[in-house]
């Protein structure tokens, strides 16, 4: 089957580092984004990974290790203003087309 | 920039309306997408379309029709609404070639009563 595990909830400090782990299981894994969605509004892209490693990109970083089904999203220097959920989503390929699944999604409250 | 647009961000209708959702793009985007999203459960896919008159199912397309008569614009249509679609209704739109990334309307808080 389709899964995919986030935590719920989580907090952090102004200024501090957070990290929201996501693991997968899916039977046809062709890549994994990161969204983040302020309440009330649209999900926006963050990441994109689809080889082994460490993407960064200013504040935000992502990583994914396809062997262990697993990826994370690192914020840096973490403002008030990344208070948001954060949605992890598989692109699966599913009878010749590509699918998102996404994962609950982990709400994030950054406190001063 | 992308700009994906719904025609309603709240709506109210009784159980057994008919109701249409619009959801228009800009980027002469391909492939567009319906979602509902539900708190504990994330994002669900009930319909894609990946061309003009073209619709697939996702996964939880029960209750719900498409129309893509134009590429631009994509409507997820609820014959007999019920109060279990009380939802939050997403449109996105992605283009075919990579990357796929798909870009979101800002949602339609559907209530049923």
């Known amino acids: 089957g389709q899964n995919i595990d986030q935590p719920t909830e989580m907090t952090a400090t102004e200024g501090a580092i957070v990290q929201i782990n996501c693991t997968y299981q899916?039977?046809?894994?062709?890549?994994l984004f990161w969204y983040q969605q302020h309440a009330g509004e649209a999900p926006t892209f963050l990441s994109y990974?689809?080889?082994?490693g460490l993407e960064e990109k200013g504040r935000f970083s992502s990583f994914l290790s396809r062997s262990k089904g697993y990826s994370y999203l690192l914020l840096k220097e973490l403002q008030m203003k990344d208070s948001a959920s954060y949605l992890c989503?598989?692109?699966?390929?599913?009878?010749?087309?590509?699918?998102?699944?996404f994962g609950a999604g982990t709400r994030l409250a950054v406190h001063p | 920039d992308v700009k994906v647009t719904q025609s309603s961000r709240y709506l109210v209708k009784r159980t057994g309306e008919k109701v249409f959702l619009e959801c228009v793009q800009d980027?002469?985007?391909?492939?567009m997408f319906w979602y509902r999203q539900d708190p504990g459960l994330g994002l669900r896919l009930i319909y894609f379309?990946?061309?003009?008159?073209?619709?697939e199912k996702g996964d939880i397309p029960e209750g719900y029709s498409v129309s893509r008569e134009k590429k631009e614009r994509f409507s997820l249509i609820l014959e007999s609404a019920s109060t279990n679609q009380t939802s939050m209704y997403l449109c996105?739109?992605?283009?075919?070639?990579?990357?796929?990334?798909?870009?979101f309307g800002p949602g339609t808080r559907l209530t049923v009563l």
């Open positions: 980027m002469d985007h391909e492939n």
């Open positions: 989503a598989v692109r699966d390929q599913d009878g010749g087309y590509n699918k998102l699944i």
């Open positions: 379309s990946y061309d003009v008159k073209m619709k």
């Open positions: 996105a739109s992605s283009r075919t070639r990579f990357p796929d990334t798909q870009y």
């Open positions: 990974n689809v080889l082994d």
């Open positions: 899916t039977s046809g894994f062709n890549g």
